[in-house]
């Protein structure tokens, strides 16, 4: 059973003038112990205490027990705020980093379109005003031969400045437009583009010669392709590059 410490116990106590607070529960602390040895006939832990300055302490202390090894976890962690001169150094903490800074940052450079159709549009067809509007996975849908149409969400859409105000009226109104595709394989062929309103969603169609497109170029679900305008002498024209 348990003992409470009475002032018989401190009988043999001297008192250190520049002790602080923690130094006296310390002491205490101390006091038990030898107490608590005492009742099972074991000597005493030892123990050091040395003198508090004016803005801190050092102590160092060595128990046998659970009890005496948490204390002397603490005291290390005090002790390692100390600068060795005295002064006491308060903890470093680290600065707290915002989520989007604990995330990495790699800037995505533009897509650009491969060098031998540049050189081909560019150079060879005399093409301007490239725009990328669409990046995309093939879907099922997009090489069924009963659907034959390529499909252009206007959820992923890049833009919709490929078309100029009259040609969006077109579209708008309906009415189907014959348009110029360069396709994978750099062979040309002339596709009917169109507008579908589905619901709440909204693409464009790329129809009627799809077929032959898929073919040509072995298109397959899960290939990725990309969608580029441009114009020759004002006509509208599209590039498919498969990636």
């Not at 602390?29 to 205490?49: E, F, I, R």
């Not at 903490?93 to 990495?104: A, F, G, I, T």
């Not at 392709?225 to 590039?239: G, T």
Request: hydrophobic share 35%; glycine share 4%; net charge positive.
């Amino acid at each position: 059973m348990m003992e409470l410490l009475s002032l018989d116990d401190f009988k043999d106590t001297k008192i250190d003038p520049n002790w602080g607070p923690f130094d006296y529960l310390l002491h205490v602390l101390h006091v038990d112990q030898q107490k608590l040895q005492k009742s099972h006939n074991a000597p005493p832990p030892p123990q050091t205490l040395c003198k508090q300055d004016h803005t801190g302490f050092k102590l160092r202390s060595k128990f046998k027990n659970s009890v005496g090894l948490k204390r002397k976890r603490n005291l290390k962690a005090v002790e390692e705020e100390d600068d060795g001169d005295g002064d006491r150094v308060a903890p470093k903490l680290k600065p707290k980093r915002s989520k989007k800074q604990e995330k990495s940052v790699c800037p995505i450079p533009p897509p650009d379109l491969p060098p031998r159709f540049r050189q081909l549009i560019v150079e060879e067809m005399g093409g301007r005003g490239l725009v990328l509007v669409i990046q995309k996975t093939i879907f099922f849908s997009d090489i069924n031969p009963t659907a034959s149409r390529f499909s252009i969400p206007f959820s992923q859409v890049k833009t919709h400045d490929f078309l100029n105000e009259a040609e969006a009226k077109e579209l708008d109104d309906k009415n189907s437009m014959q348009v110029w595709l360069l396709d994978p394989s750099m062979r040309g062929t002339s596709i009917t583009l169109n507008k579908w309103v589905m619901g709440s969603s909204s693409l464009y169609v790329l129809t009627n010669t799809w077929n032959p497109v898929v073919k040509n170029n072995q298109l397959k679900k899960g290939d990725m392709v990309q969608l580029w305008s441009f114009r020759v002498n004002s006509l509208l024209c599209f590039a498919l590059v498969k990636l």
